[in-house]
């Protein structure tokens, strides 16, 4: 395993934060990948939100650090991991996410080539379903979530199953997400919050593979529009997406 890549000096220190509840399977896999990545990160920081099977001695035996977050909610259990973190910068994995052997090695790459960029995110597929059906649908499906959210935003949005933001961007707005409700969508909620003034960037080469299980079920999406919705309503009652647009022009 490579601890650094040429070019212009060290990679920063990258923890992976991974938020997980009662989904130790998926939890296992990802964990695997991670430890065969070319550079290793850091440190691999597990959130057991109040799981009830073996999330946590899953993650253990990988060697993750693990920390507890009892009150149940992505966007509570993705901010304590972040607040914990202790690399440069704070990738961010879901626990059904798949990266890549080089995922860590890019981020890191990107990052100390790119002193200005403050976060990152990448795209993925399906890898449950059958290659070409999986690839469409994930085409389709985050075309519209990054085209919509960056007409909504002002900016790229940041996507949670394969993201990094440097750690002194997330201690400068830490207090300004909304940890304590579990109906927003967090990634988007943290888009937010770090504004059109900072520099995020899609990277179309941090890929990884998700599961569909996001897709399956009319009360699935009805559950995720419905966050969709009311974590733009909560962002745009401060600055509605003109304001933000402004900004942005300006910079």
Not at 56 to 62: E, G, S
Not at 101 to 110: A, K, L, S, T
Not at 181 to 195: I, Q
Not at 214 to 223: I, P
Request: aromatic content about 6%; proline content about 6%; some cysteine.
């Amino acid at each position: 395993m490579r601890r650094g890549v040429p070019g212009r000096g060290p990679l920063p220190s990258i923890s992976v934060v991974v938020p997980a509840r009662d989904d130790a399977d998926a939890l296992a896999r990802c964990l695997q990948l991670l430890a065969e990545q070319t550079v290793a990160p850091h440190e691999v920081v597990v959130v057991d939100n109040a799981s009830c099977d073996s999330t946590r001695l899953v993650a253990t035996a990988w060697g993750a650090r693990v920390v507890v977050e009892e009150r149940i909610g992505i966007p509570a259990a993705a901010s304590t991991g972040y607040d914990e973190a202790r690399g440069d910068v704070v990738a961010r994995l879901d626990a059904d996410s798949r990266p890549g052997p080089r995922w860590v090695e890019r981020i890191g790459v990107r990052m100390r080539d790119e002193p200005a960029l403050e976060a990152v995110t990448g795209v993925g597929t399906f890898d449950d379903l059958p290659p070409v059906v999986g690839t469409a649908a994930a085409v389709v499906y985050l075309g519209a979530y990054y085209g919509l959210c960056h007409l909504a935003l002002g900016h790229t949005a940041l996507w949670g199953s394969s993201m990094a933001v440097r750690r002194a961007s997330w201690l400068a707005v830490r207090t300004a997400v909304r940890r304590e409700d579990p109906d927003v969508h967090d990634d988007l909620d943290l888009a937010f919050a770090l504004g059109p003034h900072r520099r995020i960037r899609l990277d179309r080469g941090l890929v990884v593979g998700v599961s569909s299980r996001s897709l399956r079920g009319s009360a699935q999406w009805c559950r995720r529009w419905a966050r969709a919705w009311r974590t733009l309503r909560l962002n745009w009652e401060s600055t509605p997406p003109w304001a933000r647009w402004r900004v942005r022009v300006a910079r």
